[in-house]
């Protein structure tokens, strides 16, 4: 049984951090690296692009709205064109990083309200889509199983990649809840029930009921606190489960 383990990385700017990318490398095997935009300059990519390498961690680009105050948690409205460029503009950027330090870019996963509105507007998801395809068609596109997004993806010939989410909740629709800050929640009940939602595909929403729920990559943000604890913790728990850790 095989099991992804990704963390959004390189969310600093200039002097300013939000988690120590250097310690949770050696725990995930894929890593969503902030391009620029709602996180992350040109030297903080290079070194986690770097990071992700001398680790043998996958490589995603983890593009989003133009956005730092509200690290990219806010809608913007733009044309499609615009979101296009924005996001090949982005990806770009981590590809030259990506490039020079000898890696592969492995897969695209939009960030913050970007990936929550891609799940629900179809001229978003096909946006992103296209954007994969005209980049490289080779690589994978991470999104949740519910939304339009991964439908989208299916019938352009996209490969995706189903996530949940440990530490984020879920309405009774099946929605994702994104926040502008993320709770604390106990290691033991964010580990328990990951491990409920790769065995018995259900997970226990806000309002208190339960919802099917399906994936193979498990999120965690960097910005949640005691989230490297999670991390650690998760990995030790899934490999005593016997889950084998490996990106796709």
């Known amino acids: 049984m095989y099991v992804d383990l990704n963390v959004d990385m390189g969310e600093g700017f200039g002097l300013y951090k939000i988690a120590n990318d250097e310690e949770y490398m050696p725990f995930i095997t894929s890593a969503n690296i902030a391009c620029g935009f709602h996180?992350?300059?040109?030297?903080?990519?290079?070194?986690t692009v770097k990071l992700a390498?001398?680790?043998?961690?996958s490589i995603g680009a983890h593009p989003g709205f133009n956005d730092k105050q509200g690290f990219g948690r806010r809608e913007i409205l733009m044309s499609n064109l615009e979101l296009y460029c924005d996001l090949v503009y982005q990806i770009g950027a981590l590809q030259a990083f990506v490039k020079k330090n000898?890696?592969?870019?492995?897969h695209i996963k939009p960030h913050g309200k970007l990936y929550g509105m891609a799940h629900n507007n179809e001229d978003i998801a096909r946006t992103i889509c296209q954007v994969v395809l005209d980049?490289?068609?080779?690589?994978?596109?991470?999104?949740?199983?519910k939304g339009i997004l991964n439908d989208v993806a299916k019938h352009m010939g996209i490969r995706t990649v189903l996530e949940v989410y440990a530490n984020l909740d879920y309405d009774?629709?099946?929605?994702?809840?994104i926040t502008?800050?993320?709770?604390?929640r106990t290691s033991?009940?964010?580990?328990?029930?990951?491990?409920r939602m790769l065995k018995e595909k259900k997970v226990e929403t806000l309002e208190g009921n339960e919802i099917?729920?399906?994936g193979s990559s498990i999120c965690i943000h960097s910005d949640t606190p005691n989230s490297l604890t999670l991390v650690k913790l998760l990995r030790q728990r899934l490999e005593n489960e016997k889950y084998v850790l490996k990106s796709p």
């Open 188 to 195: 033991e009940y964010v580990v328990n029930r990951v491990v």
């Open 180 to 184: 502008k800050e993320h709770a604390e």
């Open 102 to 106: 000898g890696g592969k870019l492995h």
């Open 135 to 145: 980049i490289d068609d080779s690589i994978y596109l991470y999104c949740m199983q």
């Open 212 to 214: 099917n729920i399906e």
């Open 172 to 177: 009774k629709e099946g929605n994702l809840i």
């Open 53 to 57: 390498v001398q680790h043998n961690v």
């Open 39 to 47: 996180a992350g300059d040109p030297v903080i990519m290079d070194k």
